[in-house]
């Protein structure tokens, strides 16, 4: 009984008559997402502008970043598809990934990150003299630096 307490609103008990929902489009939490990718080094999208993504003009397209909601929990199950740069170590990166996602995701919603499944597409190549991608389907790596 305690716990069924617990997790009820204040608000409730002093405005019996009155519900309170909240509801969190996709875009939303995709938009966080990328926030936080954006931030760690060593990776990068799938495809696409990176810098389009932030500045929103492309949100509707971010290829690689699922998120599902579920309404009764009050959780949220989060999926991404990166590519990561020769040399970083995948536990390593994905520990860090994990981390900062739920915290992020957790304090910008309000939501319990159920889970946080990382899956590694491609191995980004970066040439030894000069530091560039190797090729021009790296851009995104180049824009995470």
């Known amino acids: 009984m305690f716990d069924s307490l617990k997790n009820m609103d204040s608000r409730e008990v002093e405005l019996p008559n009155t519900f309170f929902i909240r509801n969190i489009?996709?875009?939303?939490?995709q938009g966080i997402v990328l926030q936080v990718l954006?931030?760690?080094?060593?990776?990068?999208?799938?495809?696409?502008?990176?810098?389009?993504?932030?500045?929103?003009?492309?949100?509707?397209?971010?290829?690689?970043?699922?998120?599902?909601?579920?309404?009764?929990?009050?959780?949220?199950?989060?999926?991404?598809e990166i590519n990561v740069a020769y040399g970083v170590s995948i536990p390593e990166k994905s520990e860090e990934i994990q981390t900062k996602l739920v915290e992020?995701?957790?304090?910008?919603?309000?939501?319990?990150?159920?889970?946080?499944?990382?899956?590694?597409?491609?191995?980004?190549?970066?040439?030894?003299?000069?530091?560039a991608p190797a090729s021009s389907e790296e851009e995104a790596f180049a824009d995470l630096r």
């Open 38 to 80: 954006a931030k760690i080094d060593g990776i990068s999208l799938l495809e696409g502008n990176l810098l389009d993504s932030l500045l929103g003009r492309d949100l509707e397209r971010i290829k690689g970043i699922h998120v599902d909601q579920q309404e009764k929990g009050r959780s949220v199950d989060i999926r991404v």
């Open 104 to 131: 992020e995701v957790s304090r910008w919603t309000g939501l319990h990150v159920a889970s946080v499944h990382i899956v590694f597409k491609e191995l980004i190549l970066v040439s030894e003299e000069n530091q």
């Open 25 to 29: 489009e996709s875009r939303v939490l």
